[in-house]
């Protein structure tokens, strides 16, 4: 059974850190892009960072830049986002989620309907 759990969210203050795992059960992720999605409230649910499969080529929102690092261990089929400076608009849940090729899409690297599976989403708070 392919599934992709998430976890390490929490509620944090404003300008602190956390780092969020997705850890893939049942298929070789090492053989795949991955990708971390965000979705606020009301709002559409957005790219925030990429990873082609052996982490050699990585994309990011223009709104975390500097911010948030994606990285993975294939050894442990896991993806990671390290996300710093954390502010109140990055409250969200955030999902991690496979596309179907070694290296992500060009420019539509940041669109939901390219990727195959998803996580169940872990939910980040950043509030005083």
């Known amino acids: 059974q392919l599934q992709f759990v998430e976890s390490g969210g929490g509620l944090v203050q404003p300008g602190g850190s956390l780092r969020l795992s997705c850890a893939a059960s049942?298929?070789?992720?090492?053989?795949?892009?991955v990708a971390w999605f965000r979705q606020a409230p009301g709002k559409e649910r957005e790219g925030v960072s990429c990873?082609?499969?052996?982490?050699?080529?990585?994309n990011s929102a223009d709104s975390v830049k500097g911010r948030f690092t994606i990285s993975r261990d294939n050894a442990k089929n896991t993806v990671y986002l390290h996300m710093n400076s954390l502010k109140p608009e990055d409250t969200a849940v955030y999902y991690c989620?496979?596309?179907?090729?070694?290296?992500?899409?060009?420019?539509?690297?940041?669109?939901?309907?390219?990727?195959?599976?998803w996580g169940q989403g872990t939910q980040v708070t950043v509030a005083t």
């Open positions: 989620a496979r596309y179907r090729n070694f290296d992500p899409p060009g420019t539509g690297w940041g669109t939901p309907a390219a990727y195959e599976y």
């Open positions: 049942g298929f070789n992720l090492n053989n795949y892009a």
């Open positions: 990873i082609n499969w052996n982490g050699g080529l990585t």
